[in-house]
Every structure is written in structure tokens, then in C-alpha cells.
T-cell receptor, first 114, second 113 residues
């Protein structure tokens, strides 16, 4: 399966600041990546589908101006949480969709907004 | 967003016991997947199912794609302490791996040595 990395693994930021999370596919070229968020003791909720070279497709209820997604290359997608607030604190996980295989997940990024 | 219903919500068992959990949906899926998530980590793929009625094994794990295409089952035989974690089912309505998944509510498994 695909090897996926995320950076940073943990980040603490102050309310009102922006945070960028990187997702890298280390051994596959990924035209499609996915961003999820997971609150404690809850399931994964898809936020958006990141498409290389085009705009991301956001799920209903996810603010595209708040969660900026850039998929500038076949191995890198970034999620920027803009003007973060405490309610944005969560576990953010990316995945890589590889045709002929399946979705493989990164190790996640724990965001805490103080 | 849409979620799949998993049961049981949690299980507390003794080492060596067998475990069964299931996942149900109100709509049809063409793919069922089972993932395991350890605390503070991303989910890891265990088993993928692509045909109604399909039964697939991965070591001590066995999963089945329900004949109605609206459910799936995961069994773990002879559980061991490292089986501890949260198990998620995931379904896909159409297409392949570049199309989105819908995740289940999760089953927390605790194994007592």
C-alpha cells in the first residue's frame, strides 16, 4: 500500500492564527487525496477531496474559505486552517486514493487551538 | 454527513475469544472496507471487499460483503492484546479508490490478557 506522511504531527496555535498541515504521498503519485477530521471518540468525517491541479471538492457544511486546500503536485496536498478557533481543535487525517489499491491514511495531525 | 451504523459500539473480551462486529447501511455500496485505528494514529486497511457475498480473510480476520450490499461483517478469531483498537467499516457507493468513502461509527475493542 501507499506510504503517507503528515507534518506536523502536533501543533498548538493561538486563536485567530492560521495553520498549515502537509500531506505527502511517499511512494505513489496521487491525483486524489482526501482530508478528514476526527473528534475524540468519533468517526472520521470527510472534509474535502483534493484534486491535483484543480479545486478541491468540499463536503456539505465545510467552509472552503476556512479550510483551504492546495494540491499543487502529485505527491503533496496541504490543508490550511485559517483564523483558527478552539472549536477547530481536532485530529486531521489525510489519505491517498490509489486506483487498483485503496485509500491509505497518513498518521494524522493533532491541532489544538488555544 | 452520512455514516454507517456499526455494532457493537464497544466490546470488552478476554484474550483468546472470538469477536464479531457488523456494519449496516440504508443504501447500497459497491465496496466495503475494514480499517483499524490505534490511538493517535491514522487508520490502517485490514480487508477490502468488492463483490456481494464475498468472504475474505487476512490472517485471523475474516470479513464478508453482505448479499444485499447493505451490510458487512468482520470476525476476529483467537483475539490477542494487540487487537485492541477501534475498528471502522467504510463503504463506497461508486467507482474506485479515488472516490470518497463513508465511514462507520466504529467499534472499540478491548482485550484483557
Amino acid at each position: 500500500g501507499a506510504v503517507v506522511s503528515q507534518h506536523p504531527s502536533r501543533v498548538i496555535c493561538k486563536s485567530g492564527t492560521s495553520v498549515k498541515i502537509e500531506c505527502r504521498s511517499l511512494d505513489f503519485q496521487a491525483t486524489t487525496m482526501f482530508w478528514y477530521r476526527q473528534f475524540p471518540k468519533q468517526s472520521l468525517m470527510l472534509m474535502a477531496t483534493s484534486n491535483e491541479g484543480s479545486k478541491a471538492t468540499y463536503e456539505q457544511g465545510v467552509e472552503k474559505d476556512k479550510f483551504l486546500i492546495n494540491h499543487a503536485s502529485l505527491t503533496l496536498s496541504t490543508l490550511t486552517v485559517t483564523s483558527a478557533h478552539p472549536e477547530d481543535s481536532s485530529f486531521y487525517i489525510c489519505s491517498v486514493g490509489v486506483e487498483g489499491y485503496e485509500q491509505y491514511f497518513g498518521p494524522g495531525t493533532r491541532l489544538t487551538v488555544t | 454527513g452520512q455514516q454507517l451504523n456499526q455494532s457493537p459500539q464497544s466490546m470488552f473480551i478476554q484474550e483468546g475469544e472470538d469477536v464479531s462486529m457488523n456494519c449496516t447501511s440504508s443504501s447500497i455500496f459497491n465496496t466495503w472496507l475494514w480499517y483499524k485505528q490505534d490511538p493517535g494514529e491514522g487508520p490502517v486497511l485490514l480487508i477490502a471487499l468488492y463483490k456481494a457475498g464475498e468472504l475474505t480473510s487476512n490472517g485471523r480476520l475474516t470479513a464478508q460483503f453482505g448479499i444485499t450490499r447493505k451490510d458487512s461483517f468482520l470476525n476476529i478469531s483467537a483475539s490477542i492484546p494487540s487487537d485492541v483498537g477501534i475498528y471502522f467499516c467504510a463503504g463506497r457507493n461508486y467507482g474506485g479508490a479515488t472516490n470518497k468513502l463513508i465511514f462507520g461509527t466504529g467499534t472499540l475493542l478491548a482485550v484483557q490478557p
